[in-house]
Every structure is written in C-alpha cells, then in structure tokens.
T-cell receptor
Framework: GENVEQHPSTLSVQEGDSAVIKCTYSDSASNYFPWYKQELGKRPQLIIDIRSNVGEKKDQRIAVTLNKTAKHFSLHITETQPEDSAVYFCAASKPSGAGKSTFGDGTTLTVKP | KAGVTQTPRYLIKTRGQQVTLSCSPISGHRSVSWYQQTPGQGLQFLFEYFSETQRNKGNFPGRFSGRQFSNSRSEMNVSTLELGDSALYLC??????????????FGQGTRLTVV
C-alpha cells in the first residue's frame, strides 16, 4: 500500500522566517496531495492541496510543490506568524480510494515571536 | 451549512467492552472515512464508506467495524476493547465520487479512553 514519510517531525522558526515541510510517497498512482493543519485540541483542516497534473500551487503565504518523478511534495510557509504554530499533516490519495488518504506522521511547527 | 458532527465527544470504557461511535457528514457528502489518531502514530486510516458500501479498509483487526446508512450517517464499532484502543477517533466527509478526490472535512472527534 501507500507509504507517506514526512520530515521534519518538529520545526521551530522565528516569526517572519520561512518554514518548509517535506513529504515523500511510494505509490505512483497517487494523484491528490492535501495538507492539513491541526491546532491544539482542534480538528484537522485543509490548508492547501495539489493534484498530480500541477507542479505548484500558491495561496497567499502558503505554497505547495509536487515532483511526480521523485514522488515528493513540499509545503512552504513564508513570513511565518505565531498563529501558524500547529501540527501539519501531508497526505496522498489514489483515484480509486478517494476517501482513503494515507497521512504522514505530522510536523509540529512552532513559530517564536 | 452544518459541519461534520461526531458523537459522543468523550467516552470512557472498560477493557472488554464494546463501543459505537457516530458520525453525521456534511449534507450532500456521500463519502465518510474514519481515522484513529494517537500521539505517536499520527492519523491511521480505518475505513471509508461511500453510498452505504465499504470502499476501503485500513490495517486494523476485525474488532473494528463500521457501516453507513442511507442518509450517509456512519457508525463505527469497536468490540472487545483493549487499552491500546485509547485514541481520538476522527471521521471525515467529502463529496468524493468513485474516481474523484476532494477535500475531506473532519469532525471534532470522539476521545475514547479505555481503562
């Protein structure tokens, strides 16, 4: 089955710096790659997603890049703010199992003011 | 539009008991997935239902089962509870069809503690 590895497991940055989280996946059939943010005690919420026919997607301070050949994708957060502190999960899904996403183990991001 | 609703929010059970968790998806969503979240294991996929049919199943023992009703509401059952079943159980609903991936909306989860 699909295997998703996420690095780093913890990341601490200074407010205003950039943060990068990387994920690799194993199944070349995966074609949908969402990123979720989970604040302490809250539910995971989608912050950005990318499909395999696109190499990069940006939404204000957040961007995701996908390299299908290398089977890896990354989340980039620029001008980090303390409210960006949370656990971030990447995931990979195949078309045959739309609701079945394989998640990475999560990255705990801490933004120091 | 109401979000994904999970009940109950908290549950304490004794080893050997069984438990049923409920999930009401967003109106119009036909896909419901269940995940187990533990501090050291992240989000582990349990199963996915679409139009009352189990479409995918994760690597969990047969003590974990689920079903989906005609109104898309889903239930998850765990029998013969073990201490290791203590976790946050999240359900997520999406518009996803047979070959389409879309955003999953998560409920707030049910915190199950087995003592």
């Amino acid at each position: 089955g699909e295997n998703v590895e996420q690095h780093p497991s913890t990341l601490s940055v200074q407010e205003g710096d950039s943060a990068v989280i990387k994920c690799t996946y194993s199944d070349s059939a995966s074609n949908y790659f969402p990123w979720y943010k989970q604040e302490l005690g809250k539910r995971p919420q989608l912050i950005i997603d990318i499909r395999s026919n696109v190499g990069e997607k940006k939404d204000q301070r957040i961007a995701v890049t996908l390299n299908k050949t290398a089977k890896h994708f990354s989340l980039h957060i620029t001008e980090t703010q303390p409210e960006d502190s949370a656990v971030y999960f990447c995931a990979a899904s195949k078309p045959s199992g739309a609701g079945k996403s394989t998640f990475g183990d999560g990255t705990t991001l801490t933004v120091k003011p | 539009k109401a979000g994904v609703t999970q009940t109950p929010r908290y549950l304490i059970k004794t080893r050997g008991q069984q438990v049923t968790l409920s999930c009401s998806p967003i109106s119009g969503h036909r896909s419901v997935s269940w995940y187990q979240q533990t501090p050291g294991q992240g989000l582990q996929f349990l199963f996915e239902y679409f139009s009352e049919t189990q479409r995918n199943k994760g690597n969990f023992p047969g003590r974990f089962s689920g079903r989906q009703f005609s109104n898309s509401r889903s239930e998850m059952n765990v029998s013969t509870l073990e201490l290791g079943d203590s976790a946050l159980y999240l359900c997520a609903s999406s518009l996803a069809g047979p070959a389409m991936n879309t955003e999953a909306f998560f409920g707030q989860g049910t915190r199950l503690t087995v003592v």
